[in-house]
């Protein structure tokens, strides 16, 4: 009989190529499976790329919102991983265009990042709207990069928490953003709150990258 106890038990997911997304694994048998196999999925939105990831202590609870894993289709094969290196060529080029697009039909709305599923026939461009202003019709503009980038296009608006937490990077504490890594959902940090701190509101000191203030502001405040 195995030692072994039921909470040591790893359990598995599988993390997608971009933003850090993380599925979780169920219905397996942990010895089949390989951890830090390079696969190719199916989600609910289309074939995507990934890796097994085990975890000992429980799964994140950050885990992917807007993503659902619906099955693991094969382990990547040779011709997949030369196939998933030209991913981020194709991303940079299509980021391009989704900037000149956006300028060109005179939109105030900033391209924040662009996404490609493993398969290439969608992407994913995320864009935040300018301050002050509104957006009321996209559709010309969906149309105009579904023909430039031979792809079906969906745009889908972020906040700039949400900005931050997909483009991810430093933190003042010279962390990596909690936001991008673990935090499931943004703190809501009041001004009162910071005060109560004894701290000054300013750019440089109590806000994130996202230009909101710091969630971590939250996780020391007298509740």
């Known amino acids: 009989m195995s030692d072994t106890k039921p909470a040591d038990k790893k359990q598995m997911a599988i993390k997608l190529r971009k933003f850090n997304r993380i599925c979780p694994i169920t219905g397996y048998r942990e010895e089949s499976i390989k951890v830090g196999a390079p696969v190719v999925v199916q989600t609910d939105r289309g074939v995507e790329f990934g890796e097994i990831i ?34 981020p060529a194709l991303e940079e080029k299509g980021l391009a265009i989704a900037v000149q697009k956006a300028k060109e039909h005179e939109l105030p709305i900033k391209i924040a990042n662009i996404e490609y599923l493993f398969d290439t026939t969608r992407a994913i461009i ?98």
């Open 54 to 87: 085990a975890y000992r202590l429980g799964l994140p609870r950050a885990l992917s919102r807007d993503v659902r894993l619906k099955k693991v289709i094969r382990y990547a094969t040779p011709e997949d991983m030369e196939k998933v290196k030209t991913i």
């Open 126 to 223: 995320y864009y935040k709207v300018e301050e002050g202003k509104s957006v009321k019709n996209l559709r010309d503009l969906t149309r105009d990069l579904s023909t430039n980038l031979e792809a079906r296009v969906n745009l889908r608006q972020v906040s700039p928490r949400d900005e931050a937490r997909i483009l991810g990077g430093l933190g003042p504490c010279g962390r990596v953003l909690c936001c991008s890594v673990w935090l499931e959902k943004p703190k809501h940090v009041t001004v009162k709150m910071v005060k109560d701190q004894g701290l000054a509101i300013s750019p440089t000191k109590t806000s994130g990258i996202c230009g909101r203030l710091m969630c971590c502001l939250e996780y020391e405040h007298e509740k």
